[in-house]
């Protein structure tokens, strides 16, 4: 259960920040995962008025505000990223949810299962923070995830194709293997998550591609050059299979 | 902390913990419409309105209602008695826990989307809305005939 | 004409539910301040004994009222079960409110209650706990003769032969057998052997299991409970604690949803052990990982079956050997076993066509969470083998899944040798099918799917294949003999009645469908019939709501009552006007003497009964109570086809439709029973394809959370069509039979056949997991 004695709601980020810089202060944003953290912290520093609730195409980039909430994402980009960033969003759980959880809170909360995470590392989306750093997605979920407020995720919306995919058992249940793929020109970027851990880019197969090689194959290498981990919702060898398939799918539709 | 809602269109004031669920204080006050059940926000019983959307109350923090106007199904006894009784002749009303909920989402979808829906979208404005009785679909024959009424 | 059965009635309290009323019991309790709150601290070992507990931080808490622990001497150490069945139970008693043993993580291990919900944590929180971690055993297929002996407690026992063998590990045993099997078997042309394993299902009742107990103004012990069994409750509550039964109220309000799942006795005692030592009233309200990890699952079972058949096709032997799970107590450990063959094999074992039956097997404790009764209780485990089989006969005698059933299934006349070899833990009564649309309800499911006895498979191209598949069923209508339903009526001035029922209405509208039969009984609107139901103080004795009795047992009652009360309001009215009763009729509005010289309306002869001076001593209460006991039991049937479409790159499957014709005898309110059987069809698609449940090497549940257990939400299930044969079953109110259960059998095998016949691979672990099936398909 999360536990806390005091809630501060600031007006701004650089408000937030401060807050944040104080011991013992724990960021809140839908607070749908903090939900279930066993944290027990002296202040909730909620974000839900910073006025990072947008999602925007300003010329080239699309903005998503740290906390758009899912269904936002789900109805507002819908036309942006051949539509595969709403569709991801739109799987996750119910509207009452979605109302809730934020995109922000999907990516600070580097979940392996996380449906926009996929997505997002196959738009190299750029992570820019409330400290002013600016980092690629692939480099944060590296890294560690230090005490900085995420403002907004950019993401140039220049592709000429962009397919997500997933395999669930119920449409209420997290993905046993998510799969994104987004297509510019000769070149492609092929992300694999829920394995179950966070998503990655696979890069040998993002060559074979460039180089020529068709869906099929590509999706051979990626599902090979890949890591998985057995789980309550699949073992490795299932993954693989899926990775597999999934990933040749998604070529095939990013390429339409 | 003070906590200052409209509850169903009237000024309600709570004395809450700044860690409590909305919930909680909902119930703890006598609210006892909404439901608790899954404990993991995967089931959408507790379902409320805050500010017209429906969300999760369950895992909603009571403080940030501050100011809001929160909706349960004792606030749309009137605008939904339609669809109250759509459930009621189609049988779909079974052990019922989850139907506060399903009527407060139902309402929210149509004041969000509008009546003329098809099925698939139907359900996948109210697929959170999980039921253990019914089967579903007598939930959606309901649902329908509800929007029937409405268009 | 009938003035209330058949009609789709609105459920009379459907609109207050839906509408948010206070009706469930923890609406209730919150209604009280004084109400303390009871929580359980449970073990974080699969097996232990406690070396030592300290609780002295907790008592000391402010807010802390009381502390129960297994070294209380004020807590009866009484053996018992907490199995909500008839009595004698054929349930082994195995559980002590509090030991010093705890047999599967989440067992208990003491409790508390406190003020509120965040002190009695912290109370549980500053317990320290000194346990002597023991062997566990985990795995049910090496739990007999294990090394470790889960129920070494002198007192354990069995109340009468069930096969009660603690010491190897068995809750239970039996076998039975009519004709020579093995002999059969040798002579027959074919024979299909397998093995299939069904797994720990759980109930996910929307409620949590709650309780609210408090004293009232007599001094009596008052326990308001989500409960399926109230009459149950009450007796094993007075013997478990020693507590006069007299002093004992137990009453259900609205209820969250069953299946079967509170048919237990749950968080009662702790409640009421607080209330008796404090004064004061409590509440146990379990959380949802609670209701998982210590509540009751449906038994995990192995299942092999044998089946002998002649070349045509036509059954000669059945043989059904079952290992199930009973967890670390034995609730419903022998019946939910020997319905696995009670329940499915008649199907087959036809008398006077199949020559040879046996069924027998085994059910062992293992350090897991308990099995308990679930909605299908035995039936749909066995179905899931059985009709699996049926399908793995027919390709091997080159017929159709349709043709192979409709040559062997039993038919309307027939009897099975099974309905007297095996009744409920005992032996059973010979009955005959009096009713039985299985040809109907096939013929029908077929036309409705556009069924192709040739082939049952498209290729869709891109990947994606279209099959169905299809099995039968049967149930039960209550337990023969065992069972006891009564009804009670009530004539009231101005002529409307109330009815009481111990019948336990949880959602399925039995109170609603009750009214119906006394009001049709009386010819008169359901809505002149007030009803109350599941009150010990205050309504008649019914075993409760569970093996599909209600509408057919309590219907019953309900019937004798209802004409019991038409002669005696004909009876009163002859007595005031000095006539022979039978020269009397009431039909509903007036009652009229036959000569034509009296007539009175129902509600003057109401009024007047209580308030007409000149009536003297014939004023009166009018009251009549029948019960009524079944010397059978009629099993409904069902026919149904799932339509799929797979696809072959992840190995998903969508079910397109699912197509259930159900003979369920006369329907007292067709729109409830249909939602009886649509709901009970979900929720056996949601253990076939969906259901998991998985532990940790150390026995820890990893599915004890809505997040991790995935029941089907709306968009897996978007079409299911229910259709219900005509049928009249003799016995049956109006000819009813049951419907609770009958609807959640087939989705195990009919999926897993579709699935066979679009991929070949036969899937026989349940759940039928997409990875099964392409892994299957790259073997």
Redesign the interface.
């Known amino acids: 259960m999360f536990r806390f004695d005091e809630i501060i709601t600031p007006k701004s980020l650089p408000e937030a920040a401060k807050l944040m810089a104080n011991a013992d202060s724990v960021a809140v944003a839908g607070g749908l995962f903090l939900r279930f953290a066993k944290t027990k912290c002296r202040r909730a520093v909620d974000l839900s008025a910073l006025g990072l609730d947008f999602v925007k195409k300003n010329g080239a980039t699309v903005e998503i505000g740290a906390t758009a909430s899912l269904r936002k994402v789900e109805l507002e980009a819908a036309n942006f990223f051949a539509g595969a960033l709403s569709k991801a969003a739109s799987m996750i759980l119910g509207v009452q949810f979605r109302n809730l959880a934020t995109i922000g809170g999907a990516v600070m909360s580097k979940s392996g299962y996380s449906n926009l995470i996929t997505v997002l590392v196959a738009l190299d989306a750029k992570l820019v923070f409330a400290s002013g750093k600016e980092m690629g997605i692939t480099e944060f979920l590296a890294g560690e995830r230090g005490n900085d407020l995420l403002e907004k995720i950019v993401v140039k919306d220049d592709f000429d194709g962009v397919s997500f995919q997933l ?1 669930q ?6 993905a ?1 293997l998510n799969v994104a793929v987004a297509k510019k020109g000769k070149s492609i970027a092929i992300s694999v998550g829920a394995r179950p851990q966070v998503a990655v880019r696979a890069t040998a197969a993002e060559k074979a591609f460039a180089d020529g090689k068709d869906a099929a194959s590509v999706a051979e290498i990626a599902a090979e050059q890949t890591s998985y981990s057995k789980d ?1 919702r ?2 490795v ?2 993954r693989k ?2 990775a597999q ?2 990933v ?2 998604a070529i095939t539709e990013a390429s339409k | 902390m003070k906590l200052d809602i409209r509850l169903n269109g009237a000024p309600k004031t709570y004395y809450i913990k700044d860690d409590e669920y909305l919930l909680d204080v909902l ?2 006050n ?1 609210i ?12 959408a ?1 507790c379902t409320v309105l805050v500010d017209g959307k429906p969300v999760l109350s369950c895992s909603f923090l009571a403080a940030r209602a501050q100011g809001k106007s929160v909706t ?3 606030g749309i ?1 009137k605008e939904a008695d339609a669809f ?2 759509a ?14 909920a399903l ?1 407060v989402t139902v309402y929210a979808m149509v004041q969000e989307l509008g009546a003329d829906l098809t ?1 698939d979208e139907i ?2 404005y ?15 024959r309901a649902i329908k005939t509800y929007l029937g009424g409405l268009k | 004409m009938s003035s209330a059965v058949g009609k ?1 009635v ?2 009379k ?3 207050g ?6 009706v ?1 019991t ?2 209730m309790a ?2 009280d301040p004084d109400a303390l709150t009871v929580r359980v601290l449970r073990s974080p070992h699969a097996y232990a004994r406690i070396k030592s507990v300290d609780v002295s931080a907790a008592k000391a808490m402010e807010g802390v009222a009381t502390v129960m622990t297994h070294l209380d001497k004020d807590i009866p150490h009484n053996i018992y079960t907490r199995a909500g069945q008839g009595f004698p139970e054929p349930s082994p008693y195995d559980k002590f409110i509090l030991d010093e043993f705890v047999r599967y993580v989440g067992d208990e291990v003491l409790a508390v209650a406190a003020v509120d919900e965040r002190t009695a944590q912290a109370a549980l929180d500053s317990v320290k706990v000194e346990y002597d971690v023991l062997e566990p055993v985990l795995d049910f297929e090496k739990a007999e003769g294990h090394k470790s002996v889960i129920h070494t407690e002198p007192e354990a026992c069995e109340l009468f032969p069930i096969g009660f063998e603690p010491k190897k590990n068995l809750a239970a045993s039996y076998f039975c057998e009519d004709g020579d099997t093995d002999g059969e078997m040798k002579k027959s042309d074919i024979v299909v052997e397998d093995t299939f394993y069904t797994q720990a299902q759980a ?6 299991h709650t309780c609210y107990t408090y004293m009232d103004g007599y001094d009596r012990l008052n326990v308001i409970s989500s409960t399926q069994v109230p009459h149950h409750i009450r007796r094993i509550i007075s013997k478990a604690l020693d507590f006069d039964r007299s002093r004992i109220r137990v009453h259900k309000p ?6 079967g799942g509170k048919q237990q006795i749950h968080g009662e005692m702790f409640a009421c052990i607080t209330t008796l030592r404090t004064g004061k009233p409590a509440i146990c309200n379990y ?3 609670e209701v998982f990890e210590s509540t009751f699952a449906r038994h995990q079972m192995k299942i092999t079956v044998k089946i002998g058949a002649n070349k045509d096709g036509s059954i000669n032997a059945l043989d059904m050997d079952v290992l199930s799970n009973t967890g670390a107590y034995g609730e419903h450990a022998l019946t939910v076993f020997m319905l696995a063959g009670g329940k499915t094999l008649p199907l087959y074992a036809v008398q006077g066509r199949s020559k040879a039956v046996k069924f027998g097997g085994k059910v062992v404790y293992t350090n897991m969470t308990p099995g308990g009764a679930y909605r299908g209780y035995g039936a749909m485990q066995g179905n899931f083998a059985l009709e699996s089989a049926m399908d793995m006969l027919a390709e091997k005698v080159g017929v159709s899944p349709a043709k192979i059933r409709e040559m062997n299934m039993i038919k309307e006349g027939q009897t099975s040798p099974l309905f007297k070899l095996m009744g409920e833990g005992t032996e059973g009564k010979a009955m005959n099918v009096e009713s039985c649309k299985l040809e109907y309800c096939m013929k029908r499911a077929k036309e409705m799917a556009g069924w192709n006895d040739e082939c049952q498979v498209t290729e869709l191209g891109n990947g994606k294949v279209r099959a169905q598949g299809m099995a039968i069923a049967m149930q039960g209508s209550g337990i023969v003999d065992i069972d006891m339903a009564s009804a009670a009526l009530k004539l009231n001035d101005d002529g409307f009645f109330n009815l009481t029922i111990g019948a336990t209405e ?4 039995s109170d609603t469908a009750m009214s119906q039969i006394a009001a049709d009984v009386l010819n008169m609107d359901s809505s002149r019939i007030v009803v109350y139901s599941s009150d010990t103080d205050l309504t008649p004795f019914d075993p409760g709501a569970y093996a599909s009795k209600t509408t057919y047992v309590t219907g019953n009652a309900v019937i004798k009552t209802a004409k019991a009360m038409k002669a005696k309001i004909e009876a009163k009215a002859a007595a005031i006007w000095k006539v022979e009763a039978k020269e009397v009729e009431f039909d509903g509005k007036m009652v009229k003497s036959s000569d034509g010289k009296n007539s009175i309306t129902i509600e003057d002869l109401g009024s007047n009964l209580y308030y007409d001076m000149g009536l003297g001593a014939l004023k009166g209460q009018l009251m009549a109570c029948e019960s009524f006991t079944p010397s059978v039991s009629p099993p409904p049937y069902m026919a149904a086809i799932v339509d799929i479409t797979i696809d072959k ?2 190995g ?1 499957y969508d079910i397109n439709d699912y197509i259930g014709v159900i003979d369920c005898g006369g329907l007292i ?1 067709p ?2 029973v ?2 009886q ?7 056996g698609i949601g253990m076939a ?2 259901e ?1 449940v ?1 532990y940790s090497d150390k026995g820890q549940m ?2 004890n ?4 257990y ?11 069509t229910v259709e219900f044969a005509e049928s009249y079953d003799p016995t049956g109110p109006y000819g009813a039979k049951s419907i609770g259960e009958i609807g959640i059998d087939t989705p195990m095998a009919a999926i897993a056949n579709a699935i066979y016949a679009a991929t070949g691979v036969r899937i026989k672990d349940l759940p039928l ?3 099964k099936v ?2 299957g398909m ?1 073997k």
């Open positions: 395999l058992h119920t449409t209420l249940d997290i046993v309550i699949g073992s060898e299932y299979a899926l398939g999934l040749e799918r | 119930r703890n006598g006892t419409s909404v439901k608790r059940s899954c404990d993991t926000s995967s089931c019983m349960t199904v004792d006894q109250f009784k459930m009621n002749q189609e049988g779909a009303i079974q052990c019922g826990y989850c139907d506060t009527a099925d359900r996948h109210i697929n959170g809305n999980v039921c253990r009785c019914s089967g579903y679909v007598s939930q959606m | 789709s609105p459920k309290d459907g609109e539910i839906i509408k948010g009323k206070p469930y923890n609406d919150k209604r109930h996910y009742c929307a409620e949590t609205k209820v969250g949803g069953g299946y959380s949802r990982k949880i959602g399925q509208g790159v992840t998903h309110n729109a409830l249909k939602v059987g649509e709901g009970g069809l979900v929720q394809c969906y998991d998985a990893l599915t959370s809505l997040f991790n995935k029941v089907p939400a709306r968009k897996e299930v978007p079409k299911i997991f997409p990875e392409l892994m790259k």
